[in-house]
Nanobody
């Protein structure tokens, strides 16, 4: 079992930045790929970004490419999402996940409780 705790969400104006953090209860990077997903009101949860279990090959949704950066710190069992040039459509609850890749698809095994990001226009 892995517990994941997200932090760093909040209210920001369009064009601003936020950095989300996700801390795992135990060592995850050597065993799992890690990812960020988000869910906006009335919409399905969607993939945002992921990295493999060795921290390589970051993968991004087209909607965030060039604006968001995923990274991890294995020593701290932590995953980060640096979000720049935020847009109102980025407003959502952001979830951290650990899992694995099945082909090109990220399959989640554990989820965090989520952190709210609100971008005002």
């Amino acid at each position: 079992q892995v517990q994941l705790v997200e932090s760093g969400g909040g209210l920001v104006q369009a064009g601003g930045s936020l950095r989300l953090s996700c801390t795992a209860s135990r060592r995850t990077f050597s065993r799992y790929a890690m990812a960020w997903f988000r869910q906006a009101p009335g919409k399905e949860r969607e993939f945002v970004a992921a990295i493999t279990n060795n921290g390589d090959n970051p993968d991004y949704a087209d909607s965030v490419k060039g604006r968001f950066t995923i990274s991890g710190d294995s020593a701290k069992n932590s995953l980060y999402l640096q979000m720049n040039i935020l847009k109102p459509e980025d407003t959502a609850i952001y979830y951290c996940a650990v899992g694995y890749y099945s082909g090109s698809d990220f399959m989640s095994t554990y989820w965090g409780q989520g952190t709210q990001v609100t971008v005002s226009s």
